[in-house]
Every structure is written in structure tokens, then in C-alpha cells.
């Protein structure tokens, strides 16, 4: 079965320190990858996503991810975070032509002033 | 903007009683999804739609029926709530056939208490 792994359930980092938050597939094929994040209170929104072409995807926020297709990762990656950047983070998958995603089972992040 | 809301924030149940939550999206999307997410467990996929009256089960369809009679609105129902679906429900819509146009717009979700 299709499945996408987070491995960090819980990321403590101070302001300005570096992120980043791994994200595995087990898909083969063609395959999309998302980033979704859920701030405190709010909907889940769109951080970035990837379907073809350069590897290293940007996003809003100052976020970035890198598709590496020979390790089935698509980690995401902040060189900075801020406060403001506390929330839960969620990656997803879907082969291409495919309308579901699979998401993996979150990542919360706490920045701490 | 795309908007999609769901009728209630919070509401709370008892066992054994019928729900039902609502999802409506603006955007004449063609594709909606209903998900439970579970501290731990991500988002799981219950059922979704991709066009009026057509449904396909998800991952976790048990204990769960969906309605879509027009375009912009989907229903999830509980036909005897029970206290193990105590759950945030999150609605989603998108195009279809969108290639890279494709993404998913979420709802508010409703955090539903079955007592």
C-alpha cells in the first residue's frame, strides 16, 4: 500500500535555528509531493508542492523542499524559523492522475522565543 | 479566494445518534473529500466524491455514509455516532484533471464530541 512516513512527531528549535523536516514515500512511478501546514486555529494550507522538473521547490514563507527520487525524500527545509512558524506540518503524496492524496502523520513544530 | 466551510465548528453527540456534517466549496471544484484527523495519526481519507452522486470509499469508510446531491456540497454522515468517532472532520475540494494546477483547499473543520 502507498504510505508516506514522518518520522518526527515533535521538533523543538529556538528562533533563527535551522529546520528541517523529513518526509519518505513508498510510492513508485510518477509521483507529486506536498507540504501542508496547520497553524494554530486555522485551516490546512499549501506551503509548496513538486510534479516535475528542478528538484529543489520553493514555497511561501521562506520555506523549501528537495525532491531526491533515489531516496524517496522530499524533505522541507527553513534556514531560519521564526516564532510564527509554530504549527503542525504535514507532507502527502499522490501517484500523478491520482485525485487522493496520502498524507503522512504530521510533524508539530515549536519555536521557541 | 476559494472558500470552503463546513457547517459547524464544534458540536457535540450521543452515542447512537445520526450526524450529519456539511461541506460546501465555492470554487466549482469538481472533487471533494472528507477526512478525520487524529492527534498522531495524520489525515485519513473517509470518502470523496468527484462528481454529483458519485462517491469512492477511502481509507477508513467504516461507520460512515457521504451524500452529494449538488456540485458545491458534500455530506458525511454517522448513522449511530459512536464514542470512537470522536474526531476533527476536515473537508477538502479540488479540480479535476487539473495537472499542475492540482491542490487541495481545506476547510475549518468540525471537532465533533460523541459523549
Known amino acids: 500500500a502507498q504510505s508516506v512516513s514522518q518520522h518526527n512527531h515533535h521538533v523543538i528549535l529556538s528562533e533563527a535555528a535551522s529546520l528541517e523536516l523529513g518526509c519518505n514515500y513508498s510510492?513508485?512511478?510518477?509521483?507529486?509531493l506536498f507540504w501542508y501546514v496547520q497553524y494554530p486555529g486555522q485551516h490546512l494550507q499549501l506551503l509548496l508542492k513538486?510534479?516535475?522538473?528542478?528538484?529543489l521547490v520553493k514555497g511561501i514563507k521562506g520555506f523549501e523542499a528537495e525532491f531526491i527520487k533515489s531516496k524517496f525524500s522530499f524533505n522541507l527545509r527553513k534556514p531560519s524559523v521564526q516564532w510564527s512558524d509554530t504549527a503542525e506540518y504535514f507532507c502527502?503524496?499522490?501517484?500523478?492522475?491520482?485525485?487522493?492524496?496520502?498524507f503522512g502523520t504530521g510533524t508539530r513544530l515549536t519555536i521557541i522565543p | 479566494d476559494v472558500k470552503v466551510t463546513q457547517s459547524s465548528r464544534y458540536l457535540v453527540k450521543r452515542t447512537g445518534e445520526k450526524v450529519f456534517l456539511e461541506c460546501v466549496q465555492d470554487?466549482?471544484?469538481?472533487?471533494m473529500f472528507w477526512y478525520r484527523q487524529d492527534p498522531g495519526l495524520g489525515l485519513r481519507l473517509i470518502y470523496f466524491?468527484?462528481?454529483?452522486?458519485?462517491?469512492e470509499k477511502g481509507d477508513i469508510p467504516e461507520g460512515y455514509s457521504v451524500s452529494r446531491e449538488k456540485k458545491e456540497r458534500f455530506s458525511l454522515i454517522l448513522e449511530s455516532a459512536s464514542t470512537n468517532q470522536t474526531s476533527m472532520y476536515l473537508c477538502?475540494?479540488?479540480?479535476?484533471?487539473?495537472?499542475?494546477?492540482?491542490?487541495?483547499?481545506f476547510g475549518p473543520g468540525t471537532r465533533l464530541t460523541v459523549t
Open positions: 477538502a475540494s479540488s479540480f479535476g484533471e487539473s495537472g499542475q494546477l492540482y491542490e487541495q483547499y
Open positions: 510510492y513508485g512511478g510518477t509521483v507529486n
Open positions: 513538486y510534479f516535475s522538473g528542478d528538484p
Open positions: 502527502a503524496a499522490r501517484h500523478f492522475g491520482n485525485e487522493k492524496l496520502t
Open positions: 470554487m466549482d471544484h469538481e472533487n
Open positions: 466524491s468527484y462528481d454529483v452522486k458519485m462517491k
